[in-house]
């Protein structure tokens, strides 16, 4: 299974309605049979003005003959296509390969937080060792949505995502698996493995299978 995180940065304010059109328009035409659609969020702290969705293809050769066969749908070209590129100031793709997840919270209604890590060359296998070993602990206070090392777009990168009832309901999460010793050991391990790192809290569009 491949995944494919498309980050779509709009004209100022444009956002809300890029991801109603792709909702009310887009996902009528295309469903899941050109790619399966995971999550569509819009981001509301971290960089502004864009919408980030996630699909799921069975390998990078499915991938390559849907997206082919979406780009030669007429309602595509007539009735997508025409009103979402005046709003598009750039695109970016990751093609990510999946560690863990993606799993559906529990509840909807959430904060998702979308985490990107950006590792020192020939460091992933070493960092997602000790991940996957501190993961249970972490997932103590909240569950993981998903776990990716990226395949292509951004290398040496780890993403994964993060939903909470609320911003507070963050807050506290996190200032509690700060103090927690096996979390400690963890970073105190893993720390020197990363370049940078960068967060974007992002809210579920109407249409999103992950709410």
């Excluded at 971290?46 to 082919?68: C, F, I, K």
């Excluded at 290398?155 to 698996?177: D, M, T």
Aim: aromatic residues 10%; glycine residues 8%.
């Amino acid at each position: 299974m491949i995944y494919e995180l498309r980050t779509y940065t709009m004209k100022a304010g444009a956002a809300v309605k890029a991801a109603a059109h792709s909702g009310d328009v887009g996902r009528a035409i295309r469903g899941d049979d050109y790619g399966k659609l995971e999550g569509y969020w819009m981001t509301e702290v971290g960089p502004l003005n864009q919408v980030m969705h996630l699909w799921s293809y069975s390998d990078l050769n499915e991938r390559a003959r849907l997206r082919t066969a979406l780009g030669a749908n007429e309602r595509w070209n007539k009735e997508y296509l025409p009103e979402m590129r005046p709003l598009l100031i750039r695109q970016d793709i990751r093609l990510l390969n999946a560690v863990v997840g993606p799993h559906a919270p529990e509840t909807e209604g959430n904060l998702y937080e979308f985490r990107n890590y950006r590792l020192r060359p020939g460091a992933m296998k070493e960092w997602l060792g000790h991940y996957t070993e501190v993961l249970p602990t972490r997932e103590k206070y909240s569950r993981i949505v998903g776990l990716w090392s990226t395949e292509a777009g951004q290398p040496n990168e780890i993403c994964h995502i993060w939903a909470y009832p609320s911003f507070e309901a963050r807050l506290k999460v996190r200032g509690q698996v700060a103090e927690d010793p096996a979390w400690q050991a963890f970073v105190a391990k893993s720390g020197g493995l990363i370049e940078e790192m960068h967060s974007t809290l992002m809210l579920p569009a109407a249409h999103s299978p992950l709410k």
